[in-house]
Protein backbone atom coordinates (compact mmCIF):
# COMPACT_ATOMS: atom_id res chain seq x y z
CA UNK A 1 0.00 0.00 0.00
CA UNK A 2 0.98 3.33 -0.75
CA UNK A 3 1.76 6.12 2.11
CA UNK A 4 2.33 9.11 3.02
CA UNK A 5 1.98 11.89 -0.48
CA UNK A 6 0.40 9.12 -2.53
CA UNK A 7 -1.80 6.85 -0.39
CA UNK A 8 -3.72 10.49 0.21
CA UNK A 9 -3.83 11.42 -3.09
CA UNK A 10 -5.04 7.86 -4.25
CA UNK A 11 -7.72 8.50 -1.42
CA UNK A 12 -8.63 11.72 -2.11
CA UNK A 13 -7.54 12.75 1.02
CA UNK A 14 -4.35 14.80 0.54
CA UNK A 15 -3.81 17.02 3.16
CA UNK A 16 -2.37 20.33 3.37
CA UNK A 17 -0.85 22.64 5.29
CA UNK A 18 -3.21 25.16 3.47
CA UNK A 19 -5.98 23.42 2.91
CA UNK A 20 -5.82 23.24 7.02
CA UNK A 21 -5.53 26.54 7.50
CA UNK A 22 -8.46 27.67 4.83
CA UNK A 23 -11.03 25.29 6.40
CA UNK A 24 -10.31 26.21 9.89
CA UNK A 25 -10.50 29.90 8.64
CA UNK A 26 -14.14 28.85 7.00
CA UNK A 27 -15.07 27.13 10.32
CA UNK A 28 -14.13 30.41 12.54
CA UNK A 29 -17.77 32.36 11.39
CA UNK A 30 -19.49 31.26 14.40
CA UNK A 31 -23.17 32.67 15.53
CA UNK A 32 -22.22 33.54 18.98
CA UNK A 33 -23.65 35.71 21.61
CA UNK A 34 -21.36 37.98 22.93
CA UNK A 35 -20.31 36.81 26.68
CA UNK A 36 -22.24 39.52 28.63
CA UNK A 37 -25.36 38.11 27.67
CA UNK A 38 -27.13 36.61 30.25
CA UNK A 39 -29.31 33.22 30.28
CA UNK A 40 -31.96 32.82 32.77
CA UNK A 41 -31.56 32.55 36.60
CA UNK A 42 -29.30 29.84 37.48
CA UNK A 43 -28.54 28.91 34.03
CA UNK A 44 -25.51 29.57 31.74
CA UNK A 45 -24.78 32.42 30.16
CA UNK A 46 -25.57 30.94 26.07
CA UNK A 47 -21.89 32.82 24.82
CA UNK A 48 -20.54 29.90 27.53
CA UNK A 49 -22.10 26.92 26.04
CA UNK A 50 -20.89 25.21 23.10
CA UNK A 51 -22.68 24.55 20.11
CA UNK A 52 -22.73 20.73 19.76
CA UNK A 53 -24.08 18.56 16.39
CA UNK A 54 -25.45 15.03 16.55
CA UNK A 55 -24.78 12.40 13.62
CA UNK A 56 -26.44 9.46 14.52
CA UNK A 57 -28.70 10.03 17.21
CA UNK A 58 -31.44 7.37 16.93
CA UNK A 59 -29.65 4.73 19.10
CA UNK A 60 -25.88 5.47 20.89
CA UNK A 61 -25.90 9.43 19.84
CA UNK A 62 -29.02 10.16 21.49
CA UNK A 63 -27.68 8.69 25.27
CA UNK A 64 -24.75 10.93 24.15
CA UNK A 65 -26.24 13.76 23.98
CA UNK A 66 -28.22 13.08 27.02
CA UNK A 67 -24.79 14.08 28.82
CA UNK A 68 -23.82 16.84 26.28
CA UNK A 69 -27.09 18.54 27.09
CA UNK A 70 -26.00 21.88 29.65
CA UNK A 71 -24.75 22.72 25.77
CA UNK A 72 -26.41 24.16 23.15
CA UNK A 73 -27.75 21.07 20.89
CA UNK A 74 -27.82 23.18 17.09
CA UNK A 75 -28.30 20.50 14.77
CA UNK A 76 -29.21 16.96 14.51
CA UNK A 77 -28.88 14.46 11.29
CA UNK A 78 -29.86 10.84 11.19
CA UNK A 79 -30.89 8.73 7.88
CA UNK A 80 -33.98 7.35 9.81
CA UNK A 81 -35.65 10.18 10.75
CA UNK A 82 -38.61 7.76 12.69
CA UNK A 83 -35.78 6.02 14.73
CA UNK A 84 -34.60 9.90 15.55
CA UNK A 85 -37.93 10.94 16.57
CA UNK A 86 -37.27 10.80 20.31
CA UNK A 87 -33.91 12.71 19.96
CA UNK A 88 -35.89 15.21 17.62
CA UNK A 89 -38.59 15.86 20.51
CA UNK A 90 -36.30 16.61 23.21
CA UNK A 91 -34.27 19.29 20.92
CA UNK A 92 -36.69 20.77 19.41
CA UNK A 93 -35.09 24.21 18.07
CA UNK A 94 -32.15 22.10 16.69
CA UNK A 95 -31.47 21.95 12.92
CA UNK A 96 -32.72 18.77 11.09
CA UNK A 97 -30.60 16.84 8.25
CA UNK A 98 -30.33 13.12 6.68
CA UNK A 99 -27.11 14.38 5.01
CA UNK A 100 -24.15 15.08 7.51
CA UNK A 101 -22.12 16.46 4.59
CA UNK A 102 -24.87 18.91 3.72
CA UNK A 103 -25.42 19.96 7.49
CA UNK A 104 -21.64 20.47 8.04
CA UNK A 105 -21.88 22.52 4.89
CA UNK A 106 -24.31 24.57 6.23
CA UNK A 107 -24.24 25.23 9.49
CA UNK A 108 -21.60 27.56 10.50
CA UNK A 109 -21.90 27.68 13.74
CA UNK A 110 -21.73 24.37 14.57
CA UNK A 111 -17.97 24.15 16.98
CA UNK A 112 -18.14 20.29 17.74
CA UNK A 113 -20.00 17.15 16.66
CA UNK A 114 -20.99 13.86 18.60
CA UNK A 115 -20.67 10.77 15.92
CA UNK A 116 -22.75 7.93 16.54
CA UNK A 117 -23.03 6.27 13.19
CA UNK A 118 -22.13 2.20 12.22
CA UNK A 119 -18.10 1.84 11.90
CA UNK A 120 -18.12 2.65 8.06
CA UNK A 121 -19.12 6.61 8.31
CA UNK A 122 -17.03 7.24 11.66
CA UNK A 123 -14.09 8.74 9.47
CA UNK A 124 -15.81 10.38 6.50
CA UNK A 125 -17.76 12.43 9.38
CA UNK A 126 -15.06 13.11 11.62
CA UNK A 127 -12.78 13.87 9.19
CA UNK A 128 -15.25 16.34 7.04
CA UNK A 129 -15.57 17.97 10.81
CA UNK A 130 -12.31 18.07 11.70
CA UNK A 131 -11.26 19.74 8.64
CA UNK A 132 -13.40 22.20 9.51
CA UNK A 133 -12.35 23.63 12.59
CA UNK A 134 -14.92 21.28 14.60
CA UNK A 135 -13.95 19.48 17.90
CA UNK A 136 -15.11 15.60 17.64
CA UNK A 137 -16.34 12.88 19.42
CA UNK A 138 -16.58 9.61 17.92
CA UNK A 139 -18.82 6.56 19.00
CA UNK A 140 -16.05 3.23 19.62
CA UNK A 141 -14.71 1.93 17.83
CA UNK A 142 -12.51 5.07 16.64
CA UNK A 143 -12.58 3.64 12.81
CA UNK A 144 -13.46 1.21 10.49
CA UNK A 145 -9.99 0.23 9.04
CA UNK A 146 -6.67 1.22 10.49
CA UNK A 147 -6.02 3.55 7.98
CA UNK A 148 -8.88 5.66 9.02
CA UNK A 149 -7.12 5.27 12.26
CA UNK A 150 -4.23 6.89 11.68
CA UNK A 151 -5.22 9.51 9.20
CA UNK A 152 -7.81 10.71 12.18
CA UNK A 153 -5.09 11.08 14.82
CA UNK A 154 -2.89 13.08 12.09
CA UNK A 155 -5.96 15.67 11.06
CA UNK A 156 -6.90 15.86 14.62
CA UNK A 157 -3.52 16.88 15.55
CA UNK A 158 -2.76 19.27 12.38
CA UNK A 159 -5.99 20.93 13.11
CA UNK A 160 -5.45 21.32 16.68
CA UNK A 161 -8.93 20.13 17.87
CA UNK A 162 -10.01 18.25 20.55
CA UNK A 163 -11.38 14.55 20.13
CA UNK A 164 -12.40 11.63 21.93
CA UNK A 165 -13.09 7.95 21.21
CA UNK A 166 -16.72 6.84 23.09
CA UNK A 167 -15.09 4.72 25.17
CA UNK A 168 -16.75 5.36 28.71
CA UNK A 169 -14.54 3.39 31.41
CA UNK A 170 -11.59 5.24 30.61
CA UNK A 171 -13.21 8.20 32.79
CA UNK A 172 -13.44 5.81 35.14
CA UNK A 173 -12.24 4.92 38.95
CA UNK A 174 -11.71 1.44 37.91
CA UNK A 175 -8.94 2.42 34.96
CA UNK A 176 -7.18 4.65 37.51
CA UNK A 177 -7.30 1.75 40.43
CA UNK A 178 -6.18 -0.77 38.06
CA UNK A 179 -2.97 1.28 37.01
CA UNK A 180 -2.22 2.37 40.69
CA UNK A 181 -2.39 -1.55 41.32
CA UNK A 182 -0.16 -3.10 38.76
CA UNK A 183 2.16 0.10 39.29
CA UNK A 184 2.64 -0.16 43.15
CA UNK A 185 3.48 -3.67 42.18
CA UNK A 186 0.59 -5.77 43.75
CA UNK A 187 0.54 -8.46 40.78
CA UNK A 188 4.19 -8.07 40.07
CA UNK A 189 5.62 -7.67 36.87
CA UNK A 190 2.84 -8.60 33.93
CA UNK A 191 3.56 -10.70 30.75
CA UNK A 192 -0.03 -12.07 30.10
CA UNK A 193 -3.48 -11.10 29.62
CA UNK A 194 -6.85 -12.29 28.99
CA UNK A 195 -9.83 -10.11 27.54
CA UNK A 196 -13.21 -11.44 27.02
CA UNK A 197 -16.87 -10.45 26.04
CA UNK A 198 -20.17 -11.98 25.33
CA UNK A 199 -20.59 -10.23 22.11
CA UNK A 200 -22.08 -11.23 19.51
CA UNK A 201 -24.89 -14.07 20.52
CA UNK A 202 -27.46 -13.06 21.54
CA UNK A 203 -26.90 -8.92 20.17
CA UNK A 204 -26.02 -9.47 16.33
CA UNK A 205 -25.92 -12.39 13.64
CA UNK A 206 -21.99 -13.00 12.56
CA UNK A 207 -21.27 -16.12 10.64
CA UNK A 208 -23.58 -15.61 8.02
CA UNK A 209 -24.42 -15.11 4.21
CA UNK A 210 -25.51 -12.11 2.28
CA UNK A 211 -29.38 -12.28 1.95
CA UNK A 212 -30.88 -13.07 -1.61
CA UNK A 213 -34.16 -11.30 -0.89
CA UNK A 214 -34.68 -7.78 -1.77
CA UNK A 215 -37.33 -6.03 0.53
CA UNK A 216 -38.16 -2.49 -0.07
CA UNK A 217 -36.40 0.11 2.07
CA UNK A 218 -38.73 0.96 4.51
CA UNK A 219 -40.29 4.95 4.02
CA UNK A 220 -38.37 6.38 6.95
CA UNK A 221 -34.96 5.24 5.80
CA UNK A 222 -32.25 6.89 3.35
CA UNK A 223 -30.61 3.48 2.18
CA UNK A 224 -28.39 5.02 0.16
CA UNK A 225 -27.30 7.95 2.58
CA UNK A 226 -27.05 4.56 5.32
CA UNK A 227 -24.87 3.27 2.83
CA UNK A 228 -22.52 6.03 2.49
CA UNK A 229 -18.88 5.31 1.76
CA UNK A 230 -19.92 1.37 1.16
CA UNK A 231 -20.23 -0.33 -1.97
CA UNK A 232 -24.03 -0.56 -3.05
CA UNK A 233 -26.36 -3.06 -2.18
CA UNK A 234 -29.93 -4.17 -1.98
CA UNK A 235 -31.21 -3.04 1.22
CA UNK A 236 -32.26 -5.80 3.62
CA UNK A 237 -33.46 -5.98 7.29
CA UNK A 238 -30.09 -8.17 7.71
CA UNK A 239 -28.04 -5.00 7.87
CA UNK A 240 -29.70 -2.32 10.12
CA UNK A 241 -30.37 -1.46 12.19
CA UNK A 242 -27.56 -2.83 14.83
CA UNK A 243 -27.01 -5.70 13.28
CA UNK A 244 -24.50 -4.10 10.94
CA UNK A 245 -21.93 -4.61 13.51
CA UNK A 246 -21.08 -8.09 11.95
CA UNK A 247 -20.69 -7.36 7.98
CA UNK A 248 -17.29 -6.27 7.17
CA UNK A 249 -18.79 -3.52 4.92
CA UNK A 250 -19.67 -1.63 8.09
CA UNK A 251 -18.58 -2.82 11.07
CA UNK A 252 -15.52 -4.64 13.06
CA UNK A 253 -17.56 -6.99 14.58
CA UNK A 254 -17.11 -7.61 18.69
CA UNK A 255 -13.65 -6.97 18.90
CA UNK A 256 -14.34 -3.15 17.66
CA UNK A 257 -17.69 -3.11 19.78
CA UNK A 258 -16.11 -4.46 23.13
CA UNK A 259 -12.51 -4.72 23.09
CA UNK A 260 -11.99 -1.15 23.05
CA UNK A 261 -13.62 -1.13 26.35
CA UNK A 262 -12.37 -4.80 28.11
CA UNK A 263 -9.02 -4.21 26.63
CA UNK A 264 -7.92 -0.50 27.42
CA UNK A 265 -6.87 -1.35 30.90
CA UNK A 266 -4.36 -3.10 29.31
CA UNK A 267 -3.21 -0.83 26.67
CA UNK A 268 -3.07 1.99 29.08
CA UNK A 269 -1.78 0.48 31.98
CA UNK A 270 1.02 -1.40 30.59
CA UNK A 271 1.27 0.96 27.76
CA UNK A 272 1.46 -1.91 25.04
CA UNK A 273 1.00 -0.02 21.60
CA UNK A 274 1.74 -1.82 18.78
CA UNK A 275 1.86 -5.59 18.36
CA UNK A 276 5.00 -7.08 16.16
CA UNK A 277 2.68 -10.01 15.16
CA UNK A 278 -1.14 -11.32 15.63
CA UNK A 279 -2.88 -14.81 14.93
CA UNK A 280 -5.86 -15.84 15.26
CA UNK A 281 -8.60 -19.09 15.83
CA UNK A 282 -11.84 -18.95 14.60
CA UNK A 283 -15.18 -20.91 13.47
CA UNK A 284 -15.99 -20.55 9.83
CA UNK A 285 -14.92 -17.38 8.53
CA UNK A 286 -17.79 -16.19 5.77
CA UNK A 287 -17.09 -14.06 2.57
CA UNK A 288 -18.97 -10.92 4.02
CA UNK A 289 -19.07 -11.77 7.90
CA UNK A 290 -17.14 -11.84 10.94
CA UNK A 291 -17.05 -15.31 12.82
CA UNK A 292 -19.13 -17.09 15.13
CA UNK A 293 -16.43 -16.74 17.71
CA UNK A 294 -12.68 -16.00 18.03
CA UNK A 295 -9.57 -16.18 20.11
CA UNK A 296 -6.99 -14.01 18.77
CA UNK A 297 -3.43 -13.71 20.29
CA UNK A 298 -1.48 -10.67 20.28
CA UNK A 299 1.98 -10.34 21.16
CA UNK A 300 3.97 -6.95 21.92
CA UNK A 301 7.42 -6.35 22.19
CA UNK A 302 9.16 -5.22 25.05
CA UNK A 303 8.65 -1.44 25.90
CA UNK A 304 11.80 0.03 27.73
CA UNK A 305 11.88 -1.56 31.08
CA UNK A 306 8.54 -3.72 30.73
CA UNK A 307 9.05 -7.08 28.87
CA UNK A 308 6.86 -8.48 25.89
CA UNK A 309 2.80 -9.27 27.22
CA UNK A 310 0.86 -11.63 25.26
CA UNK A 311 -2.63 -10.73 25.55
CA UNK A 312 -5.52 -13.06 24.05
CA UNK A 313 -8.89 -11.72 23.30
CA UNK A 314 -11.88 -13.77 23.23
CA UNK A 315 -15.39 -13.49 22.20
CA UNK A 316 -18.41 -15.55 21.19
CA UNK A 317 -18.83 -17.75 24.20
CA UNK A 318 -15.39 -18.40 24.48
CA UNK A 319 -13.45 -18.03 27.75
CA UNK A 320 -10.33 -18.50 29.12
CA UNK A 321 -8.88 -20.67 31.63
CA UNK A 322 -10.72 -20.24 34.94
CA UNK A 323 -8.49 -18.90 37.40
CA UNK A 324 -7.84 -21.33 40.71
CA UNK A 325 -7.90 -18.34 42.66
CA UNK A 326 -11.21 -17.17 41.93
CA UNK A 327 -13.00 -19.36 44.51
CA UNK A 328 -15.06 -21.64 44.70
CA UNK A 329 -18.69 -21.29 43.10
CA UNK A 330 -17.30 -18.14 41.60
CA UNK A 331 -17.18 -17.46 37.88
CA UNK A 332 -16.04 -14.80 35.46
CA UNK A 333 -17.97 -12.02 34.59
CA UNK A 334 -19.50 -12.17 30.99
CA UNK A 335 -17.39 -8.94 29.72
CA UNK A 336 -13.97 -8.66 31.67
CA UNK A 337 -10.16 -8.73 31.40
CA UNK A 338 -7.12 -11.21 33.56
CA UNK A 339 -4.10 -9.99 34.69
CA UNK A 340 -1.39 -12.33 35.49
CA UNK A 341 1.53 -11.01 37.08
CA UNK A 342 4.69 -12.96 38.64
CA UNK A 343 3.22 -12.48 41.77
CA UNK A 344 -0.45 -13.13 41.44
CA UNK A 345 -3.19 -12.04 39.22
CA UNK A 346 -5.95 -9.85 39.20
CA UNK A 347 -9.65 -9.67 37.34
CA UNK A 348 -11.73 -6.54 36.32
CA UNK A 349 -14.84 -6.58 34.85
CA UNK A 350 -16.15 -4.65 31.72
CA UNK A 351 -16.01 -1.58 30.98
CA UNK A 352 -12.86 -0.94 33.31
CA UNK A 353 -14.60 -1.72 36.16
CA UNK A 354 -13.13 -1.80 39.37
CA UNK A 355 -9.94 -4.69 39.76
CA UNK A 356 -9.92 -7.51 42.28
CA UNK A 357 -7.52 -8.98 43.60
CA UNK A 358 -7.37 -12.90 43.45
CA UNK A 359 -7.27 -14.64 45.92
CA UNK A 360 -9.87 -11.82 46.85
CA UNK A 361 -8.90 -12.16 50.29
CA UNK A 362 -5.70 -10.48 48.65
CA UNK A 363 -8.25 -7.20 48.67
CA UNK A 364 -8.05 -7.10 52.48
CA UNK A 365 -4.74 -7.73 52.86
CA UNK A 366 -2.97 -5.52 50.28
CA UNK A 367 -2.99 -1.81 51.49
CA UNK A 368 -4.93 0.28 48.92
CA UNK A 369 -2.39 1.77 46.67
CA UNK A 370 -1.79 5.57 46.72
CA UNK A 371 -3.81 7.89 44.31
CA UNK A 372 -1.26 8.32 41.36
CA UNK A 373 -3.72 9.64 38.68
CA UNK A 374 -6.00 12.73 38.86
CA UNK A 375 -9.64 11.99 37.93
CA UNK A 376 -12.34 12.44 35.40
CA UNK A 377 -15.05 14.51 36.09
CA UNK A 378 -16.71 12.49 33.65
CA UNK A 379 -15.89 11.46 30.01
CA UNK A 380 -18.05 13.30 27.89
CA UNK A 381 -17.94 16.46 30.33
CA UNK A 382 -13.98 16.20 30.27
CA UNK A 383 -14.07 16.22 26.25
CA UNK A 384 -16.60 19.39 26.60
CA UNK A 385 -14.48 21.31 29.39
CA UNK A 386 -11.35 20.44 27.06
CA UNK A 387 -13.25 21.91 23.85
CA UNK A 388 -14.24 25.06 25.51
CA UNK A 389 -10.41 25.60 26.48
CA UNK A 390 -9.50 24.63 23.00
CA UNK A 391 -7.00 22.10 24.70
CA UNK A 392 -6.33 19.05 22.86
CA UNK A 393 -5.17 17.06 25.38
CA UNK A 394 -7.81 17.67 28.00
CA UNK A 395 -10.00 14.87 26.72
CA UNK A 396 -7.99 11.44 27.71
CA UNK A 397 -9.13 9.63 25.62
CA UNK A 398 -8.46 11.78 22.67
CA UNK A 399 -6.93 10.84 18.91
CA UNK A 400 -3.12 10.62 20.22
CA UNK A 401 -4.25 7.91 22.61
CA UNK A 402 -7.10 6.17 20.90
CA UNK A 403 -5.62 6.16 17.21
CA UNK A 404 -2.74 3.44 18.13
CA UNK A 405 -5.45 1.64 20.41
CA UNK A 406 -7.26 1.34 17.73
CA UNK A 407 -5.04 0.56 14.97
CA UNK A 408 -3.79 -1.87 17.51
CA UNK A 409 -6.87 -4.23 17.75
CA UNK A 410 -7.78 -3.91 13.87
CA UNK A 411 -4.64 -5.64 13.01
CA UNK A 412 -6.60 -8.78 14.51
CA UNK A 413 -9.20 -8.09 12.16
CA UNK A 414 -6.77 -8.89 9.58
CA UNK A 415 -5.76 -12.10 11.55
CA UNK A 416 -9.53 -13.66 11.17
CA UNK A 417 -10.19 -11.82 8.12
CA UNK A 418 -6.99 -13.48 6.01
CA UNK A 419 -6.53 -16.84 8.16
CA UNK A 420 -3.23 -16.32 9.27
CA UNK A 421 -0.66 -15.06 11.24
CA UNK A 422 0.20 -11.36 10.67
CA UNK A 423 3.80 -9.86 11.23
CA UNK A 424 3.55 -6.53 11.66
CA UNK A 425 4.92 -2.99 11.25
CA UNK A 426 3.24 -0.37 12.62
CA UNK A 427 5.50 2.26 11.21
CA UNK A 428 4.72 0.99 7.62
CA UNK A 429 1.33 0.36 8.29
CA UNK A 430 1.73 -2.80 6.44
CA UNK A 431 2.09 -6.79 7.23
CA UNK A 432 5.19 -8.13 5.01
CA UNK A 433 4.29 -11.80 4.96
CA UNK A 434 0.79 -10.59 3.75
CA UNK A 435 0.75 -8.05 0.77
CA UNK A 436 -3.12 -8.78 0.30
CA UNK A 437 -3.51 -6.99 3.39
CA UNK A 438 -3.34 -4.38 2.03
CA UNK A 439 -6.63 -4.01 0.74
CA UNK A 440 -7.89 -4.01 4.39
CA UNK A 441 -5.85 -2.16 5.78
CA UNK A 442 -7.01 0.89 3.81
CA UNK A 443 -10.79 0.45 1.40
CA UNK A 444 -12.16 2.49 -1.92
CA UNK A 445 -15.19 4.53 -1.20
CA UNK A 446 -18.06 5.31 -2.82
CA UNK A 447 -17.68 8.33 -4.81
CA UNK A 448 -18.62 11.75 -2.77
CA UNK A 449 -17.67 10.05 0.44
CA UNK A 450 -13.61 9.70 0.64
CA UNK A 451 -12.03 11.01 3.49
Same mark, same amino acid.
Not at 201 to 224: E, S
Not at 356 to 364: F, G, V, Y
Given at each position: ? /??????? /?????????? #? !??? $???????????? *????? #???????????????????GQGGGDLKD????????? @?????????????????? &?????????? +??????EAVMIATPD???????????????????????????????????????????????????????? *?????????????????????????? #?????????????????????????????????????? @???? %???? !????????????VHNADPAFF @??????????????????? +???? +? %?????????? *?????????????????????????????????????????? &????????????????????????? $????????????????????????????? !???????? +???????????????????? &??????????????????? *??? %???
Open positions: M /EHGKKAN /ERCGCRISRR #G !FLG $AGAAAAVFTILP *RHVLG #GPGQKPPSEKLNIAGIGIGMESENIVAL @CDVDWDKAAGCFKRYPDA &KRYRDYREML +EKEKGIHHHAPAAIRAMKLGKHVYVEKPMAHTIYEARLMAQVAREMKIVSQMGNNGHAGEGL *RLTYEYIHDGAIGTVREVHVWSDRPA #GWWPQGIDRPTDTPPVPKNLDWNLWLGPASERPYNPAY @CHFK %WRGW !FDFGTGALGDMA @CLNLGAPDWVEAETSPVKK +ETYP +E %WQIITYHFPA *RGEMPPVTMKWYDGGKLPPRPEELGEGKNLDKNGILFVGEKG &KMVCPGWSGEPTLLPESRMKEYPKP $AKKLPRSVGHRQEWIDACKKNDPKGALAG !FDYSGPFT +EALLVGNLAVRLGKRIEWDS &KSMKTANAPEADALINKRY *REG %WAV
